[in-house]
């Protein structure tokens, strides 16, 4: 008989999304805002099944070769699953969003094609859970048809995303081809000059999932016209998804090539950190800086996948676990911001880093909640970002990858300024005329906002069971 554990969590977002779509047409027109109660409530149910019923034992293969059921899919699954709950939660003060069904369907749909992409060990099967979840969010990102930014948004994303995607499928049959298998786990070495040649198209696929750069230039445009919720998918759970498969790929299909990827890698990160920060520096725009901020990020976060070639004989698993470790707090850390900055401008009407001034004399707590958030992208301790820096950092040093360490110190003081700026504006700054105007917060912001600022907290200084949990996901890949 065959087994239904490993996929679970893909079988619980399927029935989610019909039972939104066929509860959809019985929904009175004022209580529509309640399918967001329903897919957040669905989604954290869909984490404790899993967690209940379908934990892995030992990795194996399952699906006639096309999935891998282990830690580390599962691992990144749990962590889609939280985010796109949280996400769901914070599109219900979304207008013209909040009462769509079809946009909580098409956020499942992309967690949905996350999840295969987490577990592919098969170029088809990952070709087309890329695709799964990359189309849904072109949709969401361009989802305010009256909005010229959103429309902008997910025409750019679509456009680019498309071309990517091609030449990174045409990568996909080059390795056929030459290895005459679609297996990951069975693909064969191939000699350097084509393995190149290979690695080139699809990092151009990957890369641009992960928003490194040369492949970043969609990533502002896109991050500033989409509706801030799906902002906050994209730039972290999308994100995550991507270094899951950089993971998997890179570590089963081409270890003993490791020392050429590894090198291409870790100057690609350094290029991406540097590039991130110092065009953040100039933004007037808060999601236009959080959009050069997560391409820093993915920088940082590329440290790790970087730091993995010892010697020809070995491989250190501390580059995973730090990645892991990173992208955990990472997707944590950047929906706080996120989150924050669409209560507010939900409100204030503007997403300028100006209309921030005197948020902390307006409400105390949010203006906590922000601190704690954007501290924690600056590295700062005792909050989640900190430690994943240090096992970065760590990583990289462990592989003589020293230079790449210190490249990343440097570029997180140049990141601490622009934080510390946005910060300014919320203490320091004075706008009268708005301080004393209520700033209303709704039960699903606050519920989502408590959440991941104790998270946050947490995962900094309680951070032993998270390392714990990325170290079993990355010794799947030993």
């Known amino acids: 008989m065959i087994s239904l554990a490993p996929i679970l969590p893909e079988i619980l977002i399927l029935a989610l999304g019909l039972i939104i779509l066929l509860v959809d047409p019985f929904w009175k027109a004022e209580n529509r805002r309640g399918i967001g109660w329903l897919t957040a409530g669905g989604l954290f149910l869909t984490i404790l099944l899993s967690l209940l019923f379908a934990r892995p034992a030992d990795p194996v293969s399952v699906l006639g070769g096309m999935l891998r059921f282990d830690w580390l899919g599962f691992l990144f ?81 679509l456009l680019f995303g498309a071309l990517t995607s091609t030449v990174m499928l045409y990568g996909f049959s080059l390795l056929f081809g030459f290895t005459n298998t679609t297996d990951i786990y069975a693909l064969a070495s191939l000699p350097k000059g084509l393995f190149l040649g290979v690695f080139f198209l699809l990092i151009v696929g990957l890369g641009f999932k992960v928003s490194i750069v040369p492949f970043h230039f969609w990533a502002p445009d896109v991050y500033e016209g989409a509706p801030t919720p799906v902002t906050g998918f994209l730039s972290t759970v999308s994100k995550a998804a991507g270094f899951s498969v950089v993971l998997r790929l890179f570590m089963i299909a081409f270890p003993f090539e490791a020392l050429d990827w590894s090198l291409i890698l870790a100057i690609l990160s350094a290029v991406t950190m540097t590039l991130g920060n110092l065009l953040a520096l100039g933004q007037k725009n808060i999601k236009r800086m959080l959009a050069y901020s997560s391409i820093a990020h ?49 409100v204030s009407g503007s997403d300028e880093i100006p209309a921030f001034n005197g948020l902390s004399r307006r409400h105390p707590w949010l203006a906590f909640a922000m601190l704690v958030g954007f501290l924690s992208l600056a590295g700062m301790p005792p909050f989640g970002g900190f430690i994943a820096k240090v096992l970065v950092f760590a990583a990289a040093v462990k592989v003589n990858l020293v230079w790449l360490a210190v490249i990343g110190i440097l570029n997180s003081i140049v990141g601490l300024y622009y934080y510390l700026i946005v910060l300014k504006h919320v203490y320091l700054n004075r706008d009268e005329a708005t301080e004393n105007i209520p700033l209303p917060i709704t039960r699903p912001y606050v519920i989502a906002l408590v959440v991941l600022t104790l998270g946050v907290i947490l995962i900094g200084t309680i951070f032993a069971p998270w390392f714990n949990l990325a170290g079993a996901g990355a010794l799947n890949l030993f």
């Open 77 to 157: 699954k749990m962590l889609f699953l939280f985010g796109a709950a949280v996400t769901a939660l914070f599109l219900m003060d979304i207008e013209k969003l909040n009462s769509r069904a079809e946009v909580y369907v098409l956020l499942l749909a992309s967690v949905l094609g996350m999840s295969l992409m987490a577990s592919s060990a098969n170029l088809v099967m990952l070709y087309l859970a890329i695709e799964t979840t990359s189309i849904p969010l072109y949709v969401l990102a361009g989802f305010l048809r009256s909005d010229d930014k959103s429309t902008e948004a997910g025409f750019k994303y």
């Open 298 to 346: 993915a920088g940082y976060a590329m440290i790790g996948v970087a730091s993995i070639y010892i010697s020809d004989a070995a491989l250190s698993p501390l580059g995973v676990t730090s990645v892991i470790f990173y992208l955990i707090a990472y997707v944590v850390t950047n929906l706080l911001a996120f989150g924050i900055v669409s209560t507010y401008t939900r």
